[in-house]
T-cell receptor, first 113, second 108 residues
Framework: DAGVIQSPRHEVTEMGQEVTLRCKPI?????LFWYRQTMMRGLELLIY????????DSGMPEDRFSAKMPNASFSTLKIQPSEPRDSAVYFC???????????FGQGTRLTVV | GQQVMQIPQYQHVQEGEDFTTYCNSS?????IQWYKQRPGGHPVFLIQLVKSGEVKKQKRLTFQFGEAKKNSSLHITATQTTDVGTYFCAGNNNDMRFGAGTRLTVKP
Protein backbone atom coordinates (compact mmCIF):
# COMPACT_ATOMS: atom_id res chain seq x y z
CA ASP A 1 0.00 0.00 0.00
CA ALA A 2 1.27 3.49 -0.81
CA GLY A 3 0.12 4.84 2.52
CA VAL A 4 -2.15 7.82 3.05
CA ILE A 5 -2.00 10.06 0.01
CA GLN A 6 -2.70 13.75 0.19
CA SER A 7 -2.87 16.29 -2.58
CA PRO A 8 -1.72 18.84 -3.32
CA ARG A 9 1.49 18.91 -1.28
CA HIS A 10 1.64 22.67 -1.46
CA GLU A 11 -1.06 25.22 -2.19
CA VAL A 12 -0.73 28.97 -2.44
CA THR A 13 -3.92 30.89 -2.93
CA GLU A 14 -5.29 34.35 -2.59
CA MET A 15 -7.58 35.38 0.20
CA GLY A 16 -11.20 34.73 -0.69
CA GLN A 17 -10.51 31.83 -2.99
CA GLU A 18 -11.88 28.34 -2.44
CA VAL A 19 -9.36 25.68 -1.47
CA THR A 20 -9.92 21.92 -1.66
CA LEU A 21 -7.57 19.48 0.01
CA ARG A 22 -7.75 15.80 -0.88
CA CYS A 23 -6.98 12.58 0.94
CA LYS A 24 -6.90 8.93 0.03
CA PRO A 25 -6.73 6.74 3.14
CA ILE A 26 -5.08 3.36 3.36
CA UNK A 27 -7.30 0.69 1.87
CA UNK A 28 -9.31 -1.10 4.54
CA UNK A 29 -9.02 1.65 7.12
CA UNK A 30 -12.42 2.73 8.44
CA UNK A 31 -11.35 5.83 10.37
CA LEU A 32 -10.18 9.02 8.70
CA PHE A 33 -8.96 12.15 10.47
CA TRP A 34 -8.25 15.69 9.34
CA TYR A 35 -5.77 17.78 11.34
CA ARG A 36 -4.43 21.30 11.10
CA GLN A 37 -0.95 22.09 12.41
CA THR A 38 0.40 25.53 13.24
CA MET A 39 3.15 26.72 15.52
CA MET A 40 0.68 28.49 17.75
CA ARG A 41 -2.00 25.83 18.05
CA GLY A 42 -0.12 22.59 17.52
CA LEU A 43 -1.83 19.59 15.94
CA GLU A 44 -5.56 20.22 16.06
CA LEU A 45 -8.17 17.61 15.22
CA LEU A 46 -10.67 19.18 12.84
CA ILE A 47 -13.00 16.29 12.07
CA TYR A 48 -13.01 12.54 11.88
CA UNK A 49 -15.05 9.97 10.00
CA UNK A 50 -15.92 6.36 10.72
CA UNK A 51 -17.16 4.29 7.81
CA UNK A 52 -17.51 7.49 5.77
CA UNK A 53 -19.79 9.10 8.36
CA UNK A 54 -18.64 12.29 10.14
CA UNK A 55 -18.50 11.48 13.86
CA UNK A 56 -17.10 14.62 15.43
CA ASP A 57 -16.66 17.94 13.65
CA SER A 58 -16.34 20.05 16.78
CA GLY A 59 -12.82 21.02 15.78
CA MET A 60 -13.88 22.63 12.52
CA PRO A 61 -13.09 26.29 13.10
CA GLU A 62 -16.11 27.83 11.43
CA ASP A 63 -18.61 27.53 8.62
CA ARG A 64 -15.97 28.30 6.05
CA PHE A 65 -14.61 24.79 6.60
CA SER A 66 -16.38 21.69 5.36
CA ALA A 67 -15.34 18.08 4.93
CA LYS A 68 -16.81 15.20 3.02
CA MET A 69 -16.11 11.51 2.58
CA PRO A 70 -18.20 10.29 -0.34
CA ASN A 71 -16.65 6.81 -0.25
CA ALA A 72 -14.16 4.73 1.68
CA SER A 73 -11.23 5.76 -0.49
CA PHE A 74 -11.59 9.52 -0.71
CA SER A 75 -12.12 12.56 1.48
CA THR A 76 -11.97 16.31 0.92
CA LEU A 77 -11.51 19.30 3.18
CA LYS A 78 -12.78 22.53 1.67
CA ILE A 79 -12.22 26.09 2.81
CA GLN A 80 -14.44 28.73 1.27
CA PRO A 81 -13.58 31.57 1.36
CA SER A 82 -10.00 31.16 2.49
CA GLU A 83 -8.31 33.66 4.81
CA PRO A 84 -4.62 34.27 5.65
CA ARG A 85 -5.15 32.81 9.14
CA ASP A 86 -5.98 29.48 7.49
CA SER A 87 -2.35 29.14 6.47
CA ALA A 88 -1.09 25.90 8.03
CA VAL A 89 -0.12 22.34 7.28
CA TYR A 90 -3.16 20.11 6.96
CA PHE A 91 -2.74 16.40 7.66
CA CYS A 92 -4.98 13.50 6.88
CA UNK A 93 -4.60 10.25 8.81
CA UNK A 94 -6.32 6.89 8.76
CA UNK A 95 -6.49 3.80 10.91
CA UNK A 96 -8.56 0.68 11.27
CA UNK A 97 -10.88 -0.35 14.08
CA UNK A 98 -9.06 -2.26 16.79
CA UNK A 99 -5.70 -0.87 15.78
CA UNK A 100 -4.98 2.49 17.34
CA UNK A 101 -1.91 3.17 15.21
CA UNK A 102 -2.78 6.00 12.85
CA UNK A 103 -0.94 6.55 9.59
CA PHE A 104 -0.46 10.11 8.42
CA GLY A 105 -0.17 11.51 4.95
CA GLN A 106 2.66 13.84 4.00
CA GLY A 107 0.45 16.85 4.58
CA THR A 108 -0.64 19.82 2.50
CA ARG A 109 1.10 23.11 3.21
CA LEU A 110 -1.47 25.82 2.60
CA THR A 111 -0.51 29.47 2.26
CA VAL A 112 -3.22 32.06 1.88
CA VAL A 113 -1.94 35.47 0.81
CA GLY B 1 -13.27 15.28 23.58
CA GLN B 2 -10.44 13.83 25.61
CA GLN B 3 -7.52 16.21 26.00
CA VAL B 4 -4.05 15.37 27.19
CA MET B 5 -1.54 17.92 28.42
CA GLN B 6 2.13 17.64 27.60
CA ILE B 7 5.17 19.18 29.24
CA PRO B 8 7.58 20.65 28.57
CA GLN B 9 6.71 22.48 25.39
CA TYR B 10 10.35 22.76 24.37
CA GLN B 11 13.52 21.01 25.45
CA HIS B 12 17.03 21.74 24.26
CA VAL B 13 19.74 19.30 25.27
CA GLN B 14 23.35 18.64 24.58
CA GLU B 15 23.98 15.46 22.65
CA GLY B 16 24.45 12.64 25.12
CA GLU B 17 22.12 14.11 27.74
CA ASP B 18 18.87 12.44 28.69
CA PHE B 19 15.43 13.77 27.80
CA THR B 20 11.97 13.21 29.24
CA THR B 21 8.53 14.38 28.16
CA TYR B 22 5.35 13.93 30.17
CA CYS B 23 1.75 13.48 29.20
CA ASN B 24 -1.09 14.01 31.70
CA SER B 25 -4.82 13.49 31.59
CA SER B 26 -7.52 14.50 34.05
CA UNK B 27 -9.40 11.29 33.31
CA UNK B 28 -8.39 7.66 33.17
CA UNK B 29 -7.16 6.56 29.79
CA UNK B 30 -7.76 3.14 28.29
CA UNK B 31 -4.47 3.43 26.43
CA ILE B 32 -2.01 5.99 25.17
CA GLN B 33 0.03 6.31 22.01
CA TRP B 34 3.24 8.17 21.31
CA TYR B 35 4.22 9.67 17.97
CA LYS B 36 7.31 11.41 16.65
CA GLN B 37 7.36 14.11 14.02
CA ARG B 38 10.67 15.03 12.45
CA PRO B 39 11.11 18.63 11.28
CA GLY B 40 9.23 19.05 8.02
CA GLY B 41 7.72 15.58 8.32
CA HIS B 42 4.53 13.97 9.49
CA PRO B 43 3.76 12.24 12.79
CA VAL B 44 4.87 8.62 12.91
CA PHE B 45 3.60 6.09 15.42
CA LEU B 46 6.12 4.95 18.02
CA ILE B 47 4.24 2.83 20.52
CA GLN B 48 1.02 2.13 22.39
CA LEU B 49 0.69 1.47 26.13
CA VAL B 50 -2.36 -0.26 27.51
CA LYS B 51 -1.74 -1.72 30.95
CA SER B 52 -1.48 0.12 34.25
CA GLY B 53 2.18 0.61 35.14
CA GLU B 54 3.32 -0.71 31.79
CA VAL B 55 6.89 -0.03 30.71
CA LYS B 56 8.13 -0.59 27.19
CA LYS B 57 11.53 0.02 25.67
CA GLN B 58 12.69 0.72 22.16
CA LYS B 59 16.49 0.91 22.18
CA ARG B 60 17.23 4.20 23.99
CA LEU B 61 13.54 5.10 24.38
CA THR B 62 11.59 4.08 27.49
CA PHE B 63 7.83 4.54 27.68
CA GLN B 64 5.82 4.35 30.88
CA PHE B 65 2.13 4.32 31.65
CA GLY B 66 1.16 5.45 35.14
CA GLU B 67 -0.46 3.18 37.68
CA ALA B 68 -3.65 5.23 37.57
CA LYS B 69 -3.52 5.35 33.77
CA LYS B 70 -3.71 9.13 33.83
CA ASN B 71 -0.16 9.93 32.88
CA SER B 72 2.64 8.69 30.71
CA SER B 73 6.24 9.53 30.00
CA LEU B 74 8.80 9.07 27.28
CA HIS B 75 12.44 9.03 28.30
CA ILE B 76 15.35 9.08 25.88
CA THR B 77 18.74 8.02 27.21
CA ALA B 78 21.85 9.64 25.76
CA THR B 79 20.17 11.71 23.08
CA GLN B 80 21.51 11.78 19.56
CA THR B 81 20.96 14.32 16.80
CA THR B 82 18.63 11.82 15.13
CA ASP B 83 16.25 12.23 18.10
CA VAL B 84 15.42 15.78 17.04
CA GLY B 85 11.74 16.33 16.46
CA THR B 86 8.42 16.83 18.23
CA TYR B 87 7.04 14.05 20.41
CA PHE B 88 3.28 13.79 20.78
CA CYS B 89 1.03 11.69 22.97
CA ALA B 90 -2.57 10.84 22.16
CA GLY B 91 -5.10 9.47 24.62
CA ASN B 92 -7.33 6.53 24.18
CA ASN B 93 -9.86 7.26 21.95
CA ASN B 94 -11.44 6.92 18.69
CA ASP B 95 -10.96 10.64 18.17
CA MET B 96 -7.12 10.65 18.27
CA ARG B 97 -6.62 14.02 19.95
CA PHE B 98 -3.01 14.90 20.49
CA GLY B 99 -1.23 16.80 23.19
CA ALA B 100 0.60 19.97 22.25
CA GLY B 101 3.84 18.06 21.83
CA THR B 102 7.35 18.52 23.14
CA ARG B 103 9.86 19.87 20.66
CA LEU B 104 13.31 18.41 21.23
CA THR B 105 16.43 19.99 19.83
CA VAL B 106 19.85 18.42 20.29
CA LYS B 107 23.11 20.31 20.14
CA PRO B 108 25.97 18.22 18.72
Amino acid sequence: DAGVIQSPRHEVTEMGQEVTLRCKPISGHDYLFWYRQTMMRGLELLIYFNNNVPIDDSGMPEDRFSAKMPNASFSTLKIQPSEPRDSAVYFCASRSTGNTEAFFGQGTRLTVV
Amino acid sequence: GQQVMQIPQYQHVQEGEDFTTYCNSSTTLSNIQWYKQRPGGHPVFLIQLVKSGEVKKQKRLTFQFGEAKKNSSLHITATQTTDVGTYFCAGNNNDMRFGAGTRLTVKP
